[in-house]
């Protein structure tokens, strides 16, 4: 059994790529929920 493991990132080179991905995704559903409450009030 190898004791030194390597961090690989899955998918995308960097973990700063994540990072952009998740505060874009959290931005778009912002903006969903907020049409849907103006569409619906």
């Given amino acids: 059994m190898e004791t030194e493991q ?3 990132v899955p998918l995308f ?3 700063s790529h ?5 505060i874009a995704w959290l ?3 912002i903006i969903a929920f907020y049409l849907f409450t103006q ?3």
């Fill in 18 to 22: 994540w990072y952009a991905l998740a």
């Fill in 39 to 41: 569409y619906f009030s």
């Fill in 6 to 8: 390597k961090d690989k």
């Fill in 13 to 15: 080179k960097k973990w």
């Fill in 27 to 29: 931005l778009v559903q």
